[in-house]
């Protein structure tokens, strides 16, 4: 159920009207938002989310009120899955919005923050055996700029990549840059493999900062992987082993056929094991 939300300092029905028309979020797309997985009470990787999400208020020049600390975030989290009646793994999604104003002036100094919980199926976290299949979509290309790495409410190029991918029977849309080479996919990052080694593209490439992407690139090297961040374009993916994509809730998902090409899991698989697999 998601009967509940919480929004600046109260967890109120999920049906209240929260935004006005004047909201800098809703008119801009002035805001930022995380998507975070909880198990059984406790969310993994929460530190790295709230180092993005302060990072991405420092960007923009806002920030929460002194009082959301992370810790109070945290037990608010809990409260709200408590109230939704959620006990098992859950998605909740933190958005903070700048709140009303013009594009030259905010009414508040602070950011609103909007917190909501939702079960996740049962099945979500399993290794995905099938395979994803994934192609490019044309004709949108991100900038490389301070704004292309953050978690941003203006989420346009992935909004598009996402109709592509549902137009197309696809389980998920790539995303270039303005040099043509791989940013991200609509709601993850691209890792491939070579012989032994793994390669994602690095953040300078324009895709966002993803928190499974810095966990594994944190974790992958302690485990003996060999891991670099390099550029590359579609033709370099299709010459790839393996290929698997990462975010915060699945952790990691299998690649099996990018255009024409398909690929093979068992390093994938190693990883999932590793570092997803609970």
Request: charged share 15%.
């Amino acid at each position: 159920m998601n009967n509940w939300l919480f929004y600046n300092g109260e967890i109120i029905a999920a049906n209240t009207p929260i935004i006005s028309a004047n909201n800098r979020g809703l008119r801009f797309g002035d805001g930022l938002f995380e998507t975070i997985k909880m198990i059984r009470g406790e969310m993994p990787l929460f530190h790295l989310h709230m180092a993005r999400l302060n990072k991405g208020f420092a960007i923009l020049n806002t920030q929460l009120p002194v009082a959301y600390t992370a810790d109070y975030i945290s037990q608010t989290i809990l409260e709200l899955c408590n109230s939704n009646n959620i006990n098992g793994a859950a998605r909740v999604r933190l958005t903070a919005v700048r709140g009303n104003g013009t594009l030259f002036a905010t009414d508040d100094p602070y950011a609103s923050l909007i917190i909501q919980a939702e079960p996740l199926a049962s099945d979500y976290l399993a290794f995905n055996e099938t395979g994803f299949a994934i192609d490019v979509c044309p004709g949108i290309q991100k900038s490389c700029d301070q704004l292309s790495n953050l978690k941003s409410n203006n989420y346009l190029p992935y909004v598009m990549a996402a109709q592509y991918a549902r137009q197309h029977q696809l389980n998920d849309c790539l995303v270039l840059n303005a040099h043509n080479r791989i940013c991200d996919g609509t709601i993850a990052n691209v890792f491939r493999v070579h012989q032994n080694s793994i390669y994602t593209p690095p953040l300078s490439e324009g895709g966002v900062a993803g928190v499974m992407r810095q966990y594994l690139l944190q974790e992958m090297p302690k485990a003996g992987y060999t891991v670099h961040e390099k550029i590359c374009t579609p033709d370099e993916l299709e010459t790839a082993n393996e290929v698997f994509l990462t975010n915060a809730l699945f952790g990691i998902r299998w690649v099996s056929r990018f255009r024409n090409k398909t690929y093979t899991n068992k390093m994938v698989k190693d990883l999932y094991s590793k570092f997803v697999s609970s």
